[in-house]
């Protein structure tokens, strides 16, 4: 894999050792889909992320990070970054974003999110909503074939969270603006998830903690301009199901997921995507 | 004039030394609180236990956290004359993003009696109002300002400024001579 950021990594790896261990660790969520959460007043995070997509033409790798950092309990501050990629080049690579909440391929992004609404109406129950508002600028200057120029995302989710189930419904909207004549297609998705926690996690604290998810993506992409004319062969629907799992153990987490596209619609001649794959790794401190 | 002022020096080191001796033997009783048992609501995972359960063990005068997801509570004990008070465990809990209820807790202090409220004045920072239940009534109305006291009780969701513990058990706390 060709590593385009490997110097912010150690950016990241100092950070988090010398950073001093703060208080709250908020839990984590689905793979894909949106999620509530926020981290505690002054809490930091780090997820890093690997994805693979394989589609008609081969397979290709993504490796993001995201840091994330408590302003108050209820607003969280994230900056996330491409690490690199590799695998097969696709000629129009599915356009989509690196999981909901981590931003999308090849750009820098910075988010906030703030969790609006929370009620706790019971032991170990939540209710919550959260806005999502990021702005990204991109880390190339061409993405299949089109000049990249910077983006605005817009979400809304909102959920339940409880020691046995979890659900969340959400969905946003990404906005690219033109560079030069062109603009990359943008993006609206929707996300619902379901999650479960077997009996055999519900045993108390400092037991390891365990969930089953079942995520599904629905995701609508315009036609890239280029020159100011829409590319025939780019944009397109698609509806992804699949399941994915999360473990927490102390400041840990470890979770992954898959998605098959359930349908797909997509535009002119473009190879139809296989599945994606994700892998996360998080740490609070 | 040099022998002056060096006898002067010992003298003050002297007394220094002898009004901290003096503060630290009026503070040798175990003053404030002594243990919290504290209900959280929105706990649901373990990351959100350990942060809650680091968080309390940086306040001073922790001894030790146990937090519980099953049971939506952390207790905490507390090394003699903590000056930590309720009100301080709500906020790291809300800081946390979750939200503190009710707790039961076991403290020392002076009680204070003024314009027929009964106090107790626990430690440097906390002060609590008592109100009696059923079985504390009688001895909630016989209790005497200066005494020094430990109490058990429950506060609620709410606990108001100063917070309100209804006590469950009063008993006195001897004194050791050197304080009087």
């Known amino acids: 894999m060709r590593w385009i950021a490997p110097s912010v990594l150690t950016l990241f790896a100092t950070a988090s050792l010398l950073l001093p261990a703060t208080a709250g660790a908020e839990g984590h969520g689905p793979v894909f889909g949106l999620a509530t959460p926020t981290l505690g007043d002054g809490q930091w995070s780090s997820d890093t992320g690997l994805m693979q997509m394989r589609t008609d033409e081969g397979s290709r790798f993504m490796a993001r990070e995201t840091l994330g950092y408590g302003v108050t309990e209820d607003l969280q501050a994230n900056l996330s970054i491409p690490l690199g990629r590799g695998g097969d080049q696709f000629m129009q690579p599915p356009r989509t974003r690196f999981g909901s909440m981590m931003g999308a391929f090849g750009d820098l992004e910075a988010s906030l999110f703030w969790r609006f609404h929370r009620v706790a109406p019971a032991i170990g129950t939540r209710y919550e909503s959260t806005v999502i508002l990021g702005a990204s600028v991109p880390t190339e200057e061409r993405r299949s074939g089109v000049k990249v120029g910077p983006s605005l995302n817009l979400g809304l989710v909102t959920g339940y969270a409880s020691r046995t189930w979890y659900w969340w419904i959400g969905g946003g909207m990404h906005r690219y603006f033109e560079d030069s004549g062109d603009r990359l297609g943008s993006l609206d998705y929707l996300s619902a998830v379901v999650g479960y926690r077997p009996p055999l996690f519900r045993q108390d604290y400092p037991k390891p903690d365990w969930r089953v998810f079942v995520e599904a993506l629905a995701e609508r992409a315009e036609k890239n301009q280029v020159g100011g004319q829409g590319n025939p062969n780019s944009g397109g629907r698609k509806l992804l199901v699949g399941p994915s799992v999360l473990g927490l153990y102390g400041k840990w987490g470890v979770s992954g997921g898959v998605l098959f596209p359930v349908e797909q619609d997509l535009n002119g001649m473009q190879a139809e995507e296989k599945y994606r794959a994700k892998f996360v790794l998080t740490y609070w401190f | ?180």
């Open chain 2, 1 to 180: 004039m040099k022998r002056e002022m060096s006898r002067f020096l010992h003298c003050f080191v002297w007394i220094g030394a002898l009004v901290l001796l003096a503060a630290h033997a009026a503070r040798t009783h175990a003053d404030g609180l002594l243990e919290v048992e504290q209900a959280i609501f929105g706990m649901d995972c373990a990351p959100c236990a350990y942060g809650v359960e680091q968080s309390l063990k940086k306040l001073p005068g922790t001894e030790h956290v146990q937090v519980s997801l099953n049971d939506g509570k952390a207790s905490i004990t507390f090394r003699p004359n903590s000056e930590v008070t309720l009100q301080d465990i709500r906020n790291r809990i809300v800081d946390g993003g979750f939200t503190p209820r009710s707790a039961k807790i076991r403290a020392v202090g002076t009680v204070v009696v003024r314009g027929g409220e009964i106090r107790l004045s626990s430690g440097a920072r906390a002060v609590f109002i008592l109100r009696p239940n059923a079985s504390t009534s009688s001895t909630l109305r016989d209790v005497q300002s200066g005494l020094t006291v430990e109490i058990t009780g429950a506060v609620a969701e709410k606990p108001g400024d100063p917070p309100a513990v209804t006590v469950d058990s009063l008993k006195l706390v001897e004194r050791p001579t050197t304080d009087r």
